[in-house]
């Protein structure tokens, strides 16, 4: 359920926890930020960024370049003039299901897992305590620091493309070209999904275009995503385009399978998210 009074104030209410946002920023955790000073637990987690890390960042983003410059050849080689319909319908799906994913991974990373689990904690969870202990942080990360880790994620994908494409005939291409197509969107909006993360922290510095498509909600605008960074950071997950947190909010998505997750393993959501949001400085 969401309200908005007089004095421009969103009060928005997640299953028992009634959160109160400011309608401009998503940099400003407004909850969080009076009770819990969080210099510490920034200068911690920044350095947590290893160069270790960044190597592979590195080969992560220059796997994925190269990887969809030859899908994309190959998806030209092999276009056939059809009904412009069922590619803008695959083109859809493959947004949306970008959508889902950055939304079932923020989630899943933003509520489980700890920085202090082998390799994974400081490679990936290390990056989501971060951003809510310091939201602007992201602004400062380069296009390497900022896009790596959805690319990597694409890597397998754009890869097994590649493989059926050197593969198989023409004949054998077609019947699963429209899949293509999706997975061809689906791994573009994946991976550049933390730069329009960023960009929806970003005041400005983005260029006009970028503006036009927020205001117009074709990627994540700011005032949407605001409402993830509310604490206890507990909806609207989704931060390709942002198109699924309503719906999903609407059906209680995320609290359910988190009911579901506590019922059956004891694990409750966010325990180390709020262990960092309440460090001292
Ligand atoms: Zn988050
Ligand atoms: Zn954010």
Redesign the pocket.
């Known amino acids: 359920m969401t309200s908005q009074s007089s004095d421009g104030v969103v009060r928005r209410s997640i299953g028992d926890t009634v959160a109160t946002q400011a309608t401009s920023s998503?940099n400003v955790d407004d909850n969080a930020a009076s009770t819990a000073p969080a210099v510490g637990a920034k200068t911690e987690l920044k350095e947590a960024y290893t160069q270790g890390k960044r190597n592979f960042e590195i080969v992560s983003l220059s796997s994925f370049l190269l990887l969809k410059a030859v899908v994309l050849c190959y998806l030209g080689y092999h276009w056939r003039m059809a009904n412009p319909i069922w590619v803008l319908t695959y083109m859809l799906g493959g947004i949306l299901a970008a959508d889902f994913l950055s939304g079932v991974v923020h989630w899943l990373c933003d509520s489980y897992g700890s920085v202090n689990m082998p390799v994974f904690g400081k490679a990936f969870i290390r990056s989501f305590r971060e951003?809510h202990v310091d939201?602007t942080a992201?602004t400062r990360h380069d296009v390497i620091e900022c896009n790596a880790d959805s690319c990597m994620t694409m890597v397998p994908v754009l890869g097994f493309m590649c493989y059926n494409f050197a593969l198989y005939d023409d004949d054998i291409i077609q019947p699963r070209y429209h899949l293509f197509v999706l997975l061809s969107w689906l791994a573009f909006f994946v991976a550049f999904t933390n730069q329009f993360?960023k960009w929806?922290?970003t005041y400005g510095e983005v260029p006009k275009w970028v503006e036009v498509l927020q205001d117009y909600h074709v990627i994540l605008p700011k005032k949407h995503?605001k409402v993830?960074?509310v604490a206890p950071h507990a909806t609207y997950f989704c931060?390709t385009t942002g198109w699924l947190n309503h719906p999903l909010e609407y059906i209680g998505f995320w609290t359910a399978i988190e009911a579901g997750i506590q019922l059956t393993t004891g694990y409750r959501a966010r325990e180390d998210d709020l262990s960092w949001a309440s460090k001292p400085k």
């Open positions: 998503p951003h939201p992201i993360h929806s922290h995503h993830h960074h931060i």
